[in-house]
């Protein structure tokens, strides 16, 4: 299994630039070579942050029509990509089919997104003759582009993350230079040659996005540079905070871990918060960072729903990800898959159902009586694990959620919309979800963590607004 429909190289400046290293990408369920992809060098990374700084000025001026033009002329070629796309995210991240469909279409959604964004990029005027000293003044503040801008993506969604870097930077008017995770370039490599092509047609420099792969170094080269206006990350909490000191003064946008929770209220529909657990819990083989870890279950219904939700759990099907039942299978990779059993095991956690390693998947997980302190309840776990915990009340649940040095995504079962409304007030996280999924997100809506799950908002009218400084003028006629 070979794969290849892009030019050799990498995109720097206005062509694809060869390398002398290449690694392979090989899918994660059988182990079997997908493609040769290019490494760069930190050279190649600052050589990209040169030609992005020489076109920097011009892709600021570039008119409202012709960034539009470029976003939706990427979207139509990801319309007319779709099938290919999916088929080769499902072999490059090893995710299952049903979870690289729903990142293509939300992908789509982000690029529409983008460009209707554009429109919308405006200023306000300001009263400055509210002194005295201000009368005969007319003042009002525009937004101008922040700069050149580098975008981390992680190894889970690869065409989606790196689209949310992108996109909302040529909306804005920067040049971005995108790194994808080592193990998943394949399919962000394919999404610059389009976006590549897309800036060809409109008449726009095709410098204005740009490409390198790599390991740590390359990553510091970019964010260590002084001509970078903002980074933007999606991934770990300690490669986020290292980004951010290494990147100071300059902005960062971070989009880092979490360990979701789910809590299910004395009066919720116990079948409904069980599905939930079952949608939310083990989607993309649980590596999404609003997956449901931490479940929250008041002592009132915690044996009935903890009964419904194991009778369920063989409806979570194992194999290969290329099956449409599918909805586990292997991990990225077998250090992530070695962490995620070590964990289980030293968790002091019980085994309610799953915890072992068959033909190279983890079963789905149950573990219950998880203590404080154990890694798969504290941290992150990225893995199709569930840990629940009983808890005498809705109170306790919420104090619960906020323990964590975390704080991305909670959600609330409940028919009562006082305590729906009491989550919103009181959950220390960037979003609440009622009666659904943590993981359930719109990428219109702003999405962000606080805490240790990050800074800055993802989501293209937010993220542009991230991307943009204002600038204030104040004329006196």
Avoid at 255 to 268: F, I
Avoid at 287 to 308: K, Y
Avoid at 449 to 463: C, H, L, N, T, W
Wanted: glycine fraction near 8%; proline fraction near 6%; include cysteine.
């Amino acid at each position: 299994m070979m794969f290849d429909p892009y030019p050799d190289g990498l995109p720097v400046g206005p062509e694809w630039v060869s390398t002398s290293d290449t690694v392979e990408i090989r899918f994660p369920f059988d182990g079997c070579v997908v493609a040769q992809a290019p490494v760069g060098t930190p050279e190649l990374a600052r050589r990209a942050v040169d030609e992005a700084a020489a076109v920097a000025r011009e892709v600021a001026k570039l008119p409202s029509h012709v960034r539009r033009d470029v976003l939706t002329g990427v979207h139509r070629s990801l319309v007319e990509w779709r099938d290919e796309l999916e088929g080769l995210l499902v072999v490059e991240t090893g995710k299952p089919l049903v979870d690289c469909r729903v990142e293509v279409a939300r992908t789509l959604v982000t690029w529409q997104a983008a460009a209707e964004e554009v429109a919308r990029l405006h200023g306000e005027t300001v009263p400055l003759d509210l002194l005295p000293s201000g009368e005969g003044l007319t003042g009002f503040w525009v937004r101008k582009p922040i700069g050149v801008v580098v975008g981390i993506a992680g190894f889970n969604y690869p065409l989606l993350l790196a689209s949310h870097k992108i996109a909302p930077a040529i909306a804005a008017g920067c040049p971005v230079i995108v790194k994808p995770a080592p193990q998943t370039p394949l399919a962000t490599l394919w999404l610059v040659h389009l976006v590549r092509e897309a800036a060809a047609a409109a008449g726009a420099p095709l410098s204005m996005v740009q490409l390198v792969t790599g390991d740590a170094g390359v990553g510091s080269a970019l964010v260590t540079d002084k001509r970078v206006g903002a980074v933007s990350f999606t991934g770990s909490a300690a490669v986020g905070h290292r980004i951010a000191r290494d990147a100071a003064p300059r902005k960062t946008l971070l989009e880092l871990g979490s360990n979701a929770a789910l809590v299910v209220a004395e009066d919720a529909d116990l079948d409904a918060a069980a599905d939930a657990v079952l949608r939310g819990g083990f989607y993309a083989s649980g590596q999404a960072c609003i997956s449901v870890q931490r479940l929250l279950v008041v002592d009132s219904v915690a044996v009935e729903f903890t009964r419904r939700l194991l009778a369920r759990l063989p409806e979570v099907v194992t194999g290969d990800p290329r099956d449409e039942r599918t909805r586990v299978s292997a991990l990225i990779d077998e250090r992530s898959t070695r962490r995620v059993l070590d964990w289980i095991s030293a968790s002091g956690a019980t085994v309610a159902a799953g915890g072992e390693l068959v033909d190279g998947i983890i079963r789905p997980t149950v573990l219950t009586d998880v203590p404080d302190g154990a890694d798969c309840w504290e941290e992150e776990i990225f893995g199709p694990v569930v840990c629940l915990r009983r808890v005498s009340d809705v109170d306790e649940a919420f104090d619960q959620v906020n323990a964590s040095r975390y704080g991305l995504h909670a959600s609330v079962f409940t028919t009562s919309l006082r305590t729906a409304m009491r989550a919103i007030d009181e959950l220390e996280v960037g979003g609440v979800v009622v009666n659904e999924v943590p993981g359930f997100r719109s990428d219109t809506m702003p999405y962000g963590g606080v805490k240790d799950s990050g800074i800055g908002r993802e989501g293209p009218r937010f993220a542009i607004d991230e991307l943009t400084v204002t600038r204030m003028a104040v004329i006196r006629a």
